[in-house]
């Protein structure tokens, strides 16, 4: 009797050449959270509960997974952040502030099966905290990040959306409205699915909101314009509320040093809108959107928090950082065939073929090949020349090398272009100068299309 | 009340410089199996526990972490070989055989906790697997890929070991002895630990051998010498059965091309106490051993198989893969002091520090940096100037850039070399170049000492 092989529902399992995709999207995510300085860091998928629950309560508590072993209560991470307050409490005394790290890593949430959702998912973060005080530069510095890492995606058509909570906690002090901040946020955040007119009955409905105090609230958010014209209206309301100018010379910094770290105006837009969960973040928050593809929503969010820690130490700890969910973002770029077919997939870029049972060459020839950084398999299973051009279509590799009585008598071998049909009797040398040129080029291609 | 911010015993997490030492191994091992023309693979961490224990039974059984969720009974995967059956035979039809696949994963067992012993730890398997056959290359192909990967790591005295089970098993059936024959391999193993005498006195007492029989045995493990040396004592034994005879030629054939694999001689041996298990491998068996730690036993191993996915599909399918087990070779290596210093550990390559209130330039300083691939890092708090070199101390930063008054009035920076305390003054292009060629000589350090 066989067991039927299957992967679980809720559990992405690529096949090869996507998985290749993959693995350069989480390449590029690696170089571009490095050359921003931050470590890479490893912690636990499975913590003690009492740990990772530290927070408690939550709509994540009741999809997590959570199960006992010998005499441990023991649960897998949800997400990247609670492990990385428990790191950071536990190993406070050996790290240097401000700590700036990033982690790709899976968690896991027990989440109702469906089309598109994801009980195991990549989740790839990057922190930066503080002792006691974080400088603003830091959060300006996050637009610099996505920017760089959505581009080497590949990406063109995408837009940070940038917003500071101060800004929305001062306007909501300012107009009497604090205790009813968070229900008009979930509110507003329906903007885009049911209309400026619905929010606004809404907001008379539910939360017996005055008809100009409802619209109050619309203007400030229907703000548009470009950062700096954006700036000059909310400069109308200074000297109001002390929080909201705080909030206001932050959006300044922010905004401030965006051409200097390289982020053109095109790629941001401050979005007075954009909130992200109420009791959480504290500054600048982020998301980052498809224009082109509003339904996928945002690709990657964060903000700035106050306290990271709290529940481990006494320190606070304040900080900022963004996620992406990268199995999710996978899986809607290949939805919407985002995904570029350039890149090449092929585990090597030449396939070495003996037409002979002498094998020695064609290892010779592989060595040599690898020696020149040039990924080489060799291909000698007992099939019909056929069949091994047909794998080598398979497989999609650019370039094969045939050896046979005529190449191994003059000592060259036949170096074939898989996409023109082109053969040509080369030493390997020649051979390796030519792979390596067209690999070179083919391997600047990005994983998602512009 | 806070909780304490614990990590679970036997799961290892890793300070941030020694994160970056497993980085960098980790990075090595990816490019290194790439060259060798292996996919990259993922797979979920959780399986259906039916699914992943299939084969059933055994030692791991006990060890494993099974749970229930919902109404599913799970497992963490135990290693990657089960998961890579299960995938190979649940993908069958979309795959290009041989197939061969890389895989760097953490997987779970819950043992006794212990000091250097783990309950979560990355694996790093490599697979080829062929359809119905494979051709003996794959296996004389597997010497070359540990060579390249140690190598690369930076270790310089280990040898690779090699055995094949059909010249054991033919060995053991020439002599009448097929029957005993686990047993025969259970005690010879012990051969290290308790000597040559202990074994043939537990080969007669507990085997009921008789001592002449017991003396061949050993006499045929004794058999040591240069491959060519081995191979013609072996010939010796040529024309008694069939298996034997095989097996002699696959080790003629892999022994044979590892000249053209670019193996040296002296980071390879032919001994035939090597067995790795009984039920598993029919071909060359594979050890890998650090000579001057023979207590660390092999940090590389695997085989040859026939039968990759027999619990889940009817086709044969026969392989050969080796395995890193990575977290406990990391462990050891920082125990035997082996972990190298050379190797840069700072998140940064440059640390720019501002002086004044004005970051713009700052910022300016760290974006041209960074497109010319240096990481940078902007150090902005407000903090004393002692505080600032205190922390580019700490980090291990090789150089910090250094913006005062004069530095901005003149249009430039002054760059300081951390380790010699050199301070020049110059335009962030010349600081750019000087920062580049330090970094790649620093860089080309692998993170183990030769």
Do not use: W
């Not at 299957?6 to 995510?29: C, N």
């Not at 290892?363 to 990924?375: D, H, K, M, Y």
Request: contains cysteine; negative net charge; aromatic residues 10%.
């Amino acid at each position: 009797m066989k067991v039927k092989p299957r992967t679980l529902s809720g559990f992405m399992e690529l096949l090869p050449e996507d998985q290749m995709k993959m693995e350069r999207m989480m390449q590029i995510l690696r170089d571009t959270y490095s050359l921003f300085a931050f470590y890479p860091l490893d912690t636990p998928v499975i913590e003690a509960s009492d740990v990772l629950l530290a927070k408690g309560g939550g709509e994540t508590e009741k999809q997590i997974y959570r199960f006992q072993k010998g005499d441990s209560d023991l649960s897998l991470r949800f997400d990247l952040t609670v492990p990385l307050a428990k790191y950071v409490a536990a190993h406070y005394g050996d790290l240097a502030f401000p700590f700036r790290r990033y982690q790709i890593g899976k968690v896991y949430r027990g989440e109702r099966a469906q089309r598109g959702r994801f009980r195991e998912f990549y989740q790839a973060d990057i922190d930066v905290i503080g002792d006691g005080s974080l400088d603003i530069i830091n959060e300006a510095e996050i637009p610099a990040i996505i920017y760089t890492a959505f581009t080497r995606l590949g990406l063109r058509r995408f837009q940070i959306k940038v917003n500071n909570r101060k800004l929305l906690n001062g306007f909501y002090a300012m107009n009497g409205m604090s205790e009813k901040a968070s229900d008009i946020m979930r509110i507003v955040d329906k903007m885009d699915k049911i209309g400026e007119v619905k929010v606004k009955q809404m907001l008379i409905d539910e939360l017996q909101m005055r008809p100009y105090k409802a619209e109050n609230v619309l203007d400030f958010m229907a703000i548009r314009g470009s950062n700096a014209e954006i700036i000059e209206r909310l400069e109308s309301f200074r000297g109001m509320d002390a929080t909201f100018d705080q909030g206001l010379d932050e959006l300044r910094i922010v905004t401030g040093h965006l051409a200097a770290f390289g982020v053109p105006e095109e790629n941001f837009a401050v979005d007075l809108r954009i909130a992200r969960g109420l009791d959480y973040y504290t500054g600048t928050v982020y998301e980052t959107e498809l224009p082109d593809y509003p339904e996928i929503g945002s690709v990657c969010s964060g903000g700035r928090y106050d306290n990271l820690a709290e529940y481990y130490i006494d320190r606070p700890l304040p900080g900022v950082g963004i996620s992406i969910g990268l199995t999710r973002l996978f899986y809607v770029l290949q939805e919407q065939k985002l995904l570029s077919d350039e890149l090449p997939t092929a585990p090597c870029d030449v396939l070495v073929i003996p037409m002979t049972k002498e094998l020695g060459p064609a290892v010779t020839a592989a060595t040599a090949f690898r020696s020149a950084g040039i990924r080489c398999q060799i291909y000698a299973e007992n099939r019909k020349f056929k069949a091994k051009m047909s794998y080598a279509d398979r497989i999609g590799v650019p370039f094969a090398v045939l050896l046979g009585e005529d190449e191994l008598a003059k000592g060259l071998l036949s170096l074939k272009n898989m996409e023109t049909g082109e053969q040509l009797l080369l030493t390997a040398e020649e051979a390796a100068g030519i792979i390596s040129e067209a690999v070179q080029k083919k391997n600047s291609a990005a994983p998602i299309r512009g």
